[in-house]
């Protein structure tokens, strides 16, 4: 299916001129391209979402407070962490923007798995940053110093529904109205020109606030987790406008198959505005998947194998992350004979959850067995529905909370077998040498060549799933593949890009 997906994204690109699409010199596809793609893709998992169009009647007033909530809660841990608030008027060598998803609880401090290893290796070079983060998720305490600037963001998202909405006029772009045709037609996608006009003009709004920070911070490069969100596309619109390189971290699963990583085989000659400059990626795999595409735009997209910066602290200086509660719970997990680790993998109100087939097999297992439930960064809000269904299945054998707030690295170092429906664990569980069984098809598609043979197995089934688990547990020859970390070098590399 996610083959399907990606074909159909490059069958536009191959019929309209999407490079051609400009809307005051900055480049729409992107924009579109992510949208689209992305509504596919739930279409094609889910099929219908009614629980989704259940909801929407209330949406609007469930936004307005989650916004009066959202700024109560920045006043009060601003204040709660204000040691660690930094100022966004002095000069950086490097501004940051995070995502908040990415914290984990490290030693009772919140530490963002992606920008904290970068922050505190420029430290080391006796390079300054400025780290940001967006959205209403406030970890205090903070393990470095940054800014909450979701009240600036929600300012500028009240002031575009305030002002006029700027006209575009969508016939000048040609092919434009045939693509929402086919889209309608092939899709059920109803891509709205009103609102892509709202948020064309809100994504200036923010690049034009980024400006700001900018001009008074002088940075000489920038770094994003998660580019392909409305601030991160503008973060690297303004970091282009003002002459710096911007770098997207890899967080996640790339690959040809990433409606933001693979196959843009329609970019214009000095690339797109709203992608980075620079995609740092984790290994050659991911690295590849762009130099199939950027070979004529290589001066403005390109890749830089950088590792995966979580990996690299954790096995570099394993002493930050353990603590006494830690040892008493690995400790606790070890004494059982085997211990499988389920990875969740988001998307809960699409009803990506834990099938009956797979429920049997938890209730069915034998008693030595050991289930270790993970929520995705994006389904914390869910624990307590995860938590009462899998209590249920098998209460004396299953294990959510640790299992969700433990760094991941430690847990991979303990458990024998791990299981998702397309996590980008799987690509972290193979680097600790621990085998990935796939319960879904897009899992198996997204990995199949990413995995060394040995560590990956799809299972679709009751039966499989059993054969699979038990398979993998009587083949002692697991691959352990070697990992080295490289991070030290690449802020020394990256560094030496932008100065």
Not at 4 to 11: M, P, R
Not at 79 to 108: C, T, W
Not at 194 to 222: C, H, M, N
Not at 333 to 352: E, R
Request: a negative charge; charged letters at 20%.
């Amino acid at each position: 299916m996610v083959i399907k997906d990606t074909q159909f994204i490059n069958e536009i690109e191959d019929k309209y001129p999407v490079d051609e699409w400009l809307v005051d010199d900055i480049h729409i596809w992107p924009l579109i391209r992510i949208q689209v793609a992305t509504n596919i893709i739930l279409k094609s998992t889910q099929g219908n979402v009614p629980q989704q169009q259940n909801q929407q009647k209330t949406r609007l007033l469930s936004k307005l407070s989650s916004v009066v909530t959202g700024h109560l809660n920045y006043c009060k841990n601003y204040f709660k962490d204000y040691s660690k608030n930094a100022s966004p008027n002095e000069h950086v060598n490097a501004i940051l923007l995070g995502d908040q998803v990415s914290r984990v609880l490290v030693n009772s401090r919140w530490y963002d798995r992606f920008c904290d290893p970068i922050i505190d290796k420029l430290k080391v070079a006796e390079f300054t940053s400025l780290h940001m983060e967006p959205l209403h998720q406030y970890h205090t305490p903070r393990y470095n110093p940054g800014i909450f600037i979701q009240p600036h963001l929600d300012w500028l998202r009240i002031k575009n529904l305030l002002q006029a909405r700027t006209g575009i006029d969508y016939d000048q772009l040609h092919g434009f109205k045939e693509l929402l045709t086919c889209l309608e037609k092939t899709w059920g996608i109803t891509l709205n020109e009103v609102l892509l006009s709202r948020t064309i003009q809100y994504l200036k709004l923010i690049a034009g606030w980024f400006d700001k920070i900018i001009e008074r911070t002088q940075p000489s490069i920038g770094f994003v987790v998660c580019y392909y969100g409305i601030e991160g596309m503008a973060f690297n619109l303004s970091c282009r406008r003002n002459g710096i390189p911007s770098v997207d971290i890899q967080h996640g699963v790339q690959g040809d198959f990433h409606r933001a990583y693979g196959q843009w085989n329609r970019v214009p000659p000095n690339g797109y505005e709203l992608l980075p400059s620079i995609f740092w990626v984790w290994s050659e795999t991911e690295a590849r998947a762009i130099e199939k595409w950027n070979q004529k735009v290589s001066h403005f997209h390109q890749p830089f194998i950088g590792g995966n910066p979580w990996l690299d602290i954790s096995k570099e200086q394993p002493e930050v992350f353990y603590g006494g509660e830690i040892h008493e719970y690995i400790k606790s997990i070890k004494q059982a004979k085997v211990k499988i680790l389920f990875c969740l993998s988001g998307l809960v109100d699409y009803g990506v959850t834990i099938p009956d087939w797979i429920k049997k097999v938890i209730m069915n297992s034998p008693p030595e067995w050991f289930w270790l439930f993970r929520l995705h960064p994006c389904e914390l809000s869910e624990r307590e529905r995860i938590r009462a269904l899998i209590t249920q299945l098998n209460p004396a054998q299953v294990e959510l909370d640790m299992a969700t707030d433990l760094p991941l690295p430690i847990l991979l170092q303990n458990v024998d077998i791990h299981i998702t429906h397309w996590s980008t664990t799987t690509i972290e569980a193979a680097i600790f040498g621990i085998p990935t069984i796939t319960v879904d098809q897009m899992g198996y598609d997204l990995f199949k060549n990413q995995i060394p043979e040995g560590l990956l197995t799809l299972a679709i089934d009751e039966r499989s799933l059993s054969e699979a688990i038990n398979s993998l547990l009587n083949n002692e020859s697991q691959i352990i593949k070697g990992y080295e970390p490289r991070l030290n070098r690449a802020i020394t590399e990256i560094m030496g890009l932008a100065l």
